[in-house]
């Protein structure tokens, strides 16, 4: 299937079709409209679950409602997560050449970093999908200051781990 009619933008100048990152490090419209969609889609579902359940989709906040359970509050959270993995799971069957693992920080890296965001939305009282999609939806003032905080930091640790020659 094309996305985007061939646009010939090769250094060799051969055609090509869709490809998301254009070849390198910009955003060319297709890449904004994927981007844009998903976005719309997030914005929409965590408006929904608000508007029908009146619950925030902070996904630390439903999976930690999945290890600590209550009495009627389980079902909704269990089929958020499926849902979770069963959209990861179609974009695997779909493009599985966007999964590649190649280029991935070792599991032990990996896992420090899981417990340390794990820590931090703790300390926060929720990840970026309560605080940045949900929170400032609403114009929460604490979430203004959460995701900000979220985003200076993720800026911070990538100069940090590219100025000591990470990825």
């Not at 579902?45 to 439903?62: D, E, F, M, P, T």
């Not at 200051?145 to 100069?159: E, S």
């Amino acid at each position: 299937m094309r996305l985007l009619a061939d646009r010939g933008d090769h250094r060799d100048g051969t055609a090509t079709a869709w490809e998301p990152h254009g070849g390198g490090p910009r955003m060319d419209f297709v890449s904004f409209g994927w981007a844009l969609a998903g976005g719309v889609m997030i914005g929409a579902a965590a408006a929904l679950l608000l508007a029908l359940n009146g619950k925030i989709a902070g996904v630390s906040g439903i999976l930690g409602g999945l290890v600590a359970p209550r009495r009627g509050d389980v079902a909704w959270r269990a089929l958020f997560v499926v849902g979770l993995l069963a959209g990861g799971l179609v974009a695997f069957v779909v493009a599985p050449e966007r999964f590649d693992a190649s280029g991935a920080p070792a599991l032990p890296l990996v896992a420090i970093a899981g417990v340390l965001v794990g820590v931090g939305t703790r300390i926060g009282n929720g990840c970026t999908s309560g605080h940045g999609v949900c929170g400032i939806s609403r114009l929460a003032p604490r979430s203004i200051v959460a995701t900000l905080a979220f985003m200076l930091t993720g800026a911070l640790t990538v100069l940090v781990v590219r100025s000591l020659g990470g990825a």
